[in-house]
């Protein structure tokens, strides 16, 4: 139990170090990326994947994946972001927006642990109806004319440079993380996804779980959706397209395991920085924007290559020490009886 | 006489209905879809679906998954297009170059795969990313701007797409037919065709009885890469223009396509044929949609989406022990 709480730190502590590195890096080459405004603009700028990347977390600790979030972040965005417009109270607004999360986590939900259909090929039905819907919803127009106080609260700062939404982000995922790791029910979701058969036979309700993880992602998910309406100021059709991968690529960076029940929400949170500063940086370095996909690409199959490469010499290496041991003991056990 | 009728009434003969069904509907709908000339035409919207899913289902049958095809298609009209304007190469040979950067592409995904044992969907995701980025680095090599696009091609090259048959049969119809029974054959009636069977049912097995499981695995992401890099010279040849973004939303298509022909995402089942209809179904039905009952082009992923769940759910529905519980209650009664 120990080496495993050990080594979720260390992935999330190699995480941290690539981000200290890479920013030191980029500072080297152009010293103005470490003003403390550039800095700050990092982290503050992340604050959509970094919800979309806490509630993806959700979804692959119980070692499924959620492809549908891009669109339902469209989605929400859309609905929240018209109803603002046309003058409904902003608490409605906001609670229309997360039902639609909540709904769409519930059918997600549904199909991948009640009716146990892969959950990348469910997700990615659900992906193409959503983004579809919001064609139907909006009729292809944008959605623009966002009352200004809904828009100016983006660039609010609490603190100095701290804008208001990545200072309650933040709180939020410590909050998160410490229920998810000191509570028992919090533990239910890394417990599911390191080993489900196990799981259900101590009696910890595997498909509620599977069910409350997605429904939590369909949150995040429309959270970040409201929040990216504040942001930007504007809703296109192709709003978060493709935001899904990112926020998978920002899950791997910070140290989740794919396969499930290893990580923590933290590392999202700081692969989602990482992930996020990827065209800022390539500005800074003086490189076109264009090599963004290029890079994230690179980063993400070199990460997870790693990764898988490192897990078989840790597990060969145990196996090896195991059969040593146990060669030992019988060798032991042999000169006694002789 | 019953066991006939069973196997009489499998899957593909499903899916032949419900096209049957859709040229009725929309034959009833409007006249003009039934036009030969409009309806062979309209292959050549969907002629990049057809081709890559029959070989996704190679990827599917040995447990894997390949969301990176669709972005080897927009790769591969660049190469061709930045070759052949930029680099003067012969469009024959840019043609061919292009189609060895896409099995490189597919044999570097495929590496990873089955030789480091990553999930096949996460190196399959970053390569959508990588090669994607890769197609918008090669438009920025040449001297038009990428928005643009690169035309002009020879005749020689637009004709492979707009060639006809006895002045009907487009040149898609008779490429897909041969693929079709290229992949047929080389899954259903080749000792290569078996390995990728017994590999996606259990590859430890495979591996015991002397199959190079790794390579057989790595060989179908090569395959399914290739596939996509002949739709993106049909695409390249068919438009005229050469982009980088071509075919960016086909995936759900691909994946819907091949969950639709019968193939299980878990890996060891599936049939080219029942790939093959299942395309022309989804084909027909996006041509057939906007056409019919003026559905915007827009909307389209709403119907493939909820097919794909239809179909998963279905099919989860009718193999889960209580719904065998519920028929032979039925029966007996």
Not at chain 1, 263 to 286: D, P, T, Y
Not at chain 2, 252 to 258: A, H, K, S
Not at chain 2, 291 to 315: A, E, H, M, S
């Amino acid at each position: 139990m120990n080496t495993i709480k050990k080594l979720t730190k260390a992935r999330e502590a190699s995480s941290l170090l690539f981000l200290v590195v890479l920013f030191a890096i980029v500072g080297c080459i152009n010293s103005d990326f470490l003003a403390p405004s550039s800095i700050m603009a990092c982290f503050n700028d992340s604050v959509v994947f970094t919800l979309l990347a806490v509630g993806m977390a959700f979804a692959i600790f119980i070692g499924e994946i959620d492809v549908s979030i891009g669109s339902n972040l469209g989605f929400s965005a859309a609905v929240v972001g018209s109803m603002l417009r046309d003058g409904h109270s902003p608490v409605l607004a906001f609670a229309t927006g997360i039902l639609i999360g909540v709904l769409v986590g519930l059918f997600n939900g549904w199909g991948v642990a009640v009716l146990k259909i892969p959950s990348l090929i469910f997700t990615l039905g659900t992906n193409g109806i959503l983004r579809g819907m919001i064609f139907l919803y909006t009729g292809g127009a944008w959605v623009e004319n966002l009352p200004p106080a809904f828009t100016a609260y983006s660039s609010k700062p609490l603190v100095s440079n701290l804008t208001v939404y990545y200072a309650v982000v933040i709180a939020a995922v410590i909050g998160i993380h410490i229920l998810l790791t000191r509570t028992k029910k919090g533990k239910y979701f890394i417990a599911v996804g390191d080993n489900e058969g196990g799981a259900t036979l101590v009696g910890i309700p595997a498909v509620q779980t599977k069910v409350l993880a997605y429904v939590f992602c369909g949150i995040f998910a429309s959270i970040a959706g409201i929040i990216y309406a504040s942001r930007i100021g504007f809703i296109t059709v192709l709003a978060g397209n493709g935001y899904e991968m990112k926020a998978v690529a920002a899950c791997v960076i910070g140290g989740i395991s794919l396969t499930g029940g290893l990580g923590s929400v933290i590392g999202a949170a700081i692969g989602a920085v990482i992930m996020s500063s990827v065209s800022r940086i390539l500005v800074f370095m003086g490189f076109s924007s264009d090599y963004d996909n290029t890079i994230t690409g690179l980063m993400l199959i070199t990460i997870v290559v790693l990764d898988a490469l490192l897990q078989r010499h840790s597990a060969e290496r145990i196996r090896r020490e195991r059969l040593t041991n146990r060669a030992a003991n019988a060798a032991q056990k042999g000169g006694e009886q002789a | 006489m019953k066991k006939s009728i069973k196997s009489f009434f499998n899957w593909d003969m499903f899916l032949l209905c419900v096209l049957i069904l859709e040229f009725v509907i929309f034959g009833m709908k409007n006249q003009k879809f039934l036009m030969p000339r409009v309806l062979l035409a309209s292959v050549n919207d969907f002629i990049a679906i057809c081709i890559i899913s029959l070989f996704v289902t190679f990827v599917m049958i040995t447990g894997g998954i390949d969301i990176q095809a669709a972005s080897i298609v927009g790769l591969t009209s660049i190469i061709i297009g930045v070759a052949w304007q930029d680099g003067g190469m012969n469009v024959w040979a840019a043609a061919l170059l292009a189609v060895v950067a896409a099995a490189l592409c597919g044999a570097l995904s495929g590496f990873f795969i089955a030789y480091c044992n990553v999930q096949a969907m996460v190196i399959t995701l970053g390569g959508s990313f990588l090669y994607a980025g890769f197609a918008l680095l090669v438009s920025n090599l040449s001297a038009t701007e990428a928005y643009k696009g690169i035309s002009g091609f020879p005749d020689s090259f637009k004709v492979i797409s707009k060639f006809k048959l006895f002045g009907v049969i487009p040149s898609q119809l008779i490429l897909f037919a041969v693929l079709t029974l290229i992949a047929y054959l080389l899954l259903h009636k080749s000792k290569y065709g078996r390995s990728v069977f017994l590999v996606g049912i259990n590859q430890k097995a495979a591996e015991y009885s002397g199959i190079n499981t790794r390579l057989v695995i790595m060989s179908t992401y090569i395959l399914s890469a290739v596939s996509a890099a002949i739709a993106g010279i049909m695409l390249t040849s068919y438009l005229g223009t050469s982009k980088s973004d071509l075919g960016s939303n086909l995936t759900l298509n691909i994946i819907t396509t091949v969950v639709l022909g019968g193939t299980l995402s878990t890996g060891g089942k599936g049939s080219v044929i029942g790939t093959a209809l299942a395309s022309l179904v989804i084909g027909i039905l996006r041509f057939g949609l906007p056409l019919c009952f003026k559905v915007n082009t827009q909307y389209l992923d709403v119907p493939v989406g909820l097919l794909l769940i239809v179909v998963v759910v279905g099919r989860a529905i009718a193999s889960s022990p209580k719904t065998a519980v519920f028929f032979k209650r039925f029966q007996k009664n």
